[in-house]
């Protein structure tokens, strides 16, 4: 062990997650000691922060003690002993889980999500559920019914939503990755936002089985993590087909961790023109085209393509979003889920109950119906999804000619706290660069490539066609090991 790393173990909650995989194979150190140093450190700041709804203390050293027997024995899978964050959306069996909602307040599932089991499987430790918008709702955490999480960078402005608990904890050093779930930006934008790397696969790559279901064609969870390595060690793990899921595909899961080669010479790389427009911060268009032009030095082939129909994912989005929640957010009427709230008869139990849902989820619940009635329904969800198709088929044309396609993951830095919340049109083109790539089922990261001026993290989005997880992911880490600002994003404040 150097000096450097002697001295970083000393901090333990420092190491990132490929280094405290080292560290632990090596001996160095115990998952118990890990745990409990993580678990100190929350209890020291997340008070500051918020970014745990529900803390799994004693869970998470069991199963850290666990994990330290099962290593005694020689098992040396890759997340054995990984202290890790759940976003609050996905179920744990014996942990409660509100997807930010009052109406699951107390809801303990009776099984795992299909991710969780597969981290519980490799042996990781679950230190907690972290804070999301209500039902994944939003792009900053002000829309969960329990708490806002602050910024780690800036505790008066917002991490960024709706997996901002996650996204704060991995970037606060209170976890060593984390699971969140990605809708319409929802792991991208709080990773930009916070300085780390987010990652949303394809649709189908990972297993929804478990996650509290928002907008069934668009959900997937997606994975958190201070560095590419460590965002991919966690996604390499959750990955593949799951028969409970019938939107699961069931094809191979390629070793990701090997495709890190940080080799992108030949890789044709698309700059869509569409996306550098009004409205954009010019410190993150700046920092941007500065990626870019390393991209361009790492032997990338830069390319100017057009994605025609960008302007309509916004609407497209909003359309879909909202239908798909209406329909499945009608489960909750105090019968079967969560608390209820008894009235004078059956309807009036189930309008005070679903009285427990939040003003940002009541609008979504409204614009939904509304786009799904009879005589609107063509109208609005019909021309939307036709529109998607378009939209789709922007990206399929544009992966003729370019393999990855690279933009800014937010139009902004992170906004301070009530300064949009009272906006819902503002707050909805957060997602102005993220959405097209649920809406096309494609796959998208959100790696750091700087600061503003206020020294906010700003974040760079690479794209890929369905199921090319690997050639974004490699590029991503090409361009972190290049531009090397993964030792300034480690430097936050707290
Ligand atoms: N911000 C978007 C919304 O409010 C995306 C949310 C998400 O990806 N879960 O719908």
Redesign the pocket.
């Known amino acids: 062990m150097n000096e450097e790393t002697t001295h970083k173990i000393m901090d333990l909650t420092n190491l990132t997650l490929t280094e405290l995989q080292t560290a632990l194979q090596n001996g160095e150190t115990t998952s118990t000691a890990v745990t409990e140093a993580m678990l100190e450190r929350i209890v020291a700041i997340d008070n500051d922060i918020q970014s745990y709804l529900t803390l799994t203390d004693e869970l998470a050293l069991a199963q850290a003690q666990e994990a330290d027997e099962r290593r005694a024995r020689g098992d040396d899978s890759p997340l054995l002993g990984i202290p890790l964050a759940v976003k609050d959306m996905i179920c744990t069996e014996g942990v409660q889980t509100t997807a930010g909602s009052k109406i699951l307040e107390g809801f303990v599932p009776p099984y795992d999500a299909f991710v969780v089991r597969k981290l519980r499987e490799a042996g990781a430790v679950i230190l907690g559920k972290t804070n999301t918008?209500e039902f994944?709702?939003?792009?900053s955490t002000e829309?969960s019914a329990y708490v806002t999480t602050r910024n780690p960078w800036d505790l008066s402005r917002v991490p960024g939503?709706?997996?901002g608990g996650s996204a704060a904890a991995v970037a606060a050093n209170l976890a060593y990755g984390a699971l969140g779930?990605?809708?319409?930006?929802?792991?991208r934008?709080p990773a930009a936002f916070c300085g780390i790397v987010g990652l949303r696969p394809t649709y189908g790559r990972v297993s929804r089985w478990g996650v509290v279901a928002?907008?069934s064609t668009?959900?997937q969870v997606g994975t958190f993590g201070r560095t590419v390595a460590d965002c991919t060690a966690v996604f390499q793990t959750i990955a593949g087909h799951d028969p409970h899921d019938s939107t699961s595909l069931d094809v191979p899961v390629p070793d990701y961790e090997a495709a890190l080669t940080g080799d992108i010479r030949g890789l044709r790389v698309g700059v869509p023109k569409e996306y550098f427009v009004e409205g954009i911060d010019a410190e993150v268009e700046t920092a941007v085209r500065t990626a870019i032009d390393k991209l361009a030095e790492l032997g990338a082939e830069i390319v100017e393509i057009s994605l025609p129909h960008t302007e309509y994912a916004l609407p497209v989005?909003?359309l879909i979003?909202p239908a798909e929640a209406s329909s499945n957010l009608a489960r909750y009427d105090g019968v079967r889920f969560g608390p209820r709230v008894a009235g004078v008869d059956m309807i009036d139990t189930v309008k005070k109950t679903r009285a427990l849902f939040g003003p940002?989820v009541k609008r979504?619940i409204m614009l939904g119906t509304y786009a799904l009635s009879a005589g609107y329904y063509d109208e609005y969800y019909g021309r939307a999804l036709k529109a998607r198709t378009l939209i789709k088929q922007d990206f399929l044309n544009t992966f003729d000619q370019v393999d990855v396609i690279v933009t800014p993951t937010t139009p902004t830095t992170a906004f301070k706290i009530g300064e949009i919340a009272d906006d819902p049109l503002q707050?909805?083109l957060?997602?102005i660069f993220?959405?097209s790539v649920?809406l096309s089922a494609s796959c998208g990261i959100s790696v750091p490539c700087g600061f503003d001026s206020q020294g906010l993290p700003i974040g760079l989005q690479l794209i890929g066609n369905s199921l090319q997880e690997a050639t974004i992911l490699n590029a991503a880490y090409a361009y972190e090991q290049a531009a090397n600002w993964t030792g300034a994003m480690a430097e936050q404040p707290l």
């Open positions: 918008d994944a709702m939003g792009s829309n939503g709706s997996s779930t990605d809708t319409g930006g929802s792991v934008q928002f907008a668009l959900d989005y909003y979003a940002e979504r707050m909805y957060q997602d993220t959405l649920n």
